[in-house]
């Protein structure tokens, strides 16, 4: 590939550049002393994100993070990391990949996907913070969103589904949880999620 080709080719922001030559917040210190971890994507498919924060007062006082994902996916979490600090576990728990990615000026639409490990993994670790405390979940349940309306399915529920191995395809989804059984109209949106949720996570 010519010099050439490669600027053409480079059709990130400058900011989302920055992000990837300067990552901010990078877990460096392996006695690194969180108080919750959250560890999100596989190796399998070549993204896996590990963040962890330090809480104090319900407020995320300090993030770290590494992963081996792309440049999207660096300079995703490398932003989601400046903004999550300072934030309330709340605040911190409803940021959206499409929040980062404004921040970031966007990304190619064909990369949206590696953005959402890393407010996947924030996420996480804030779940592990609030079992380590020995504390009800309020955030959870907010974020999950109904995929199959007659069954009442969440997405959450079919992400443990995957997450957990016992569903690797959509006949299973539906054998397990009756999703698209009624109307059928939330197949087409169940399908892409599984197909999403298996990149990530299916081994
Ligand atoms: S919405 Fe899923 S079967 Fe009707």
Same mark, same amino acid.
């Given at each position: 590939?010519s010099?050439?080709?490669?600027i053409?080719?480079?059709?990130?922001?400058?900011?989302?550049?920055?992000h990837f030559?300067?990552?901010r917040?990078?877990?460096?210190?392996?006695?690194?002393q969180?108080?919750g971890?959250g560890? =999100? #994507?596989s190796?399998?498919c070549?993204?896996?994100?590990l963040v962890?924060?330090?809480?104090t007062d319900?407020v995320?006082?300090?993030?770290?993070?590494k992963?081996y994902?792309c440049?999207?996916?660096?300079?995703?979490?490398?932003?989601?990391? =400046?903004m999550a600090?300072?934030m309330?576990?709340?605040?911190a728990?409803h940021?959206?990949?499409?929040?980062? &990615?404004?921040?970031?000026g966007?990304?190619?639409?064909?990369?949206?996907?590696?953005?959402?490990?890393?407010?996947k993994?924030?996420?996480?670790?804030?779940?592990?913070?609030?079992?380590?405390?020995g504390r009800?979940?309020?955030?959870k349940k907010?974020?999950a969103?109904?995929?199959?309306?007659?069954?009442?399915?969440?997405d959450q529920q079919?992400e443990?589904?995957?997450k957990?191995?016992?569903?690797?395809?959509?006949?299973?989804l539906q =054998?397990?949880? #009756?999703?698209?059984?009624?109307?059928?109209q939330?197949?087409? &949106?169940?399908?892409?999620?599984?197909?999403?949720?298996?990149?990530?996570y299916?081994k």
């Amino acid at each position: 590939m010519s010099s050439n080709s490669f600027i053409q080719e480079w059709v990130y922001t400058d900011v989302v550049k920055d992000h990837f030559m300067n990552p901010r917040n990078i877990l460096s210190d392996p006695d690194y002393q969180e108080d919750g971890r959250g560890l =999100e #994507g596989s190796l399998a498919c070549g993204d896996q994100m590990l963040v962890v924060i330090k809480v104090t007062d319900d407020v995320i006082v300090d993030l770290k993070w590494k992963t081996y994902g792309c440049a999207s996916a660096i300079a995703s979490t490398s932003m989601m990391s =400046e903004m999550a600090i300072g934030m309330t576990l709340d605040e911190a728990y409803h940021l959206t990949p499409s929040m980062i &990615t404004d921040r970031l000026g966007g990304l190619p639409t064909h990369k949206f996907h590696c953005s959402v490990l890393g407010d996947k993994a924030l996420r996480a670790a804030i779940d592990d913070y609030l079992e380590r405390a020995g504390r009800e979940n309020p955030f959870k349940k907010s974020v999950a969103k109904v995929i199959c309306e007659c069954k009442n399915i969440t997405d959450q529920q079919i992400e443990a589904l995957v997450k957990s191995g016992d569903v690797k395809t959509f006949e299973q989804l539906q =054998e397990q949880t #009756g999703l698209g059984t009624v109307c059928g109209q939330c197949k087409g &949106t169940a399908g892409e999620l599984l197909d999403e949720l298996m990149h990530l996570y299916g081994k």
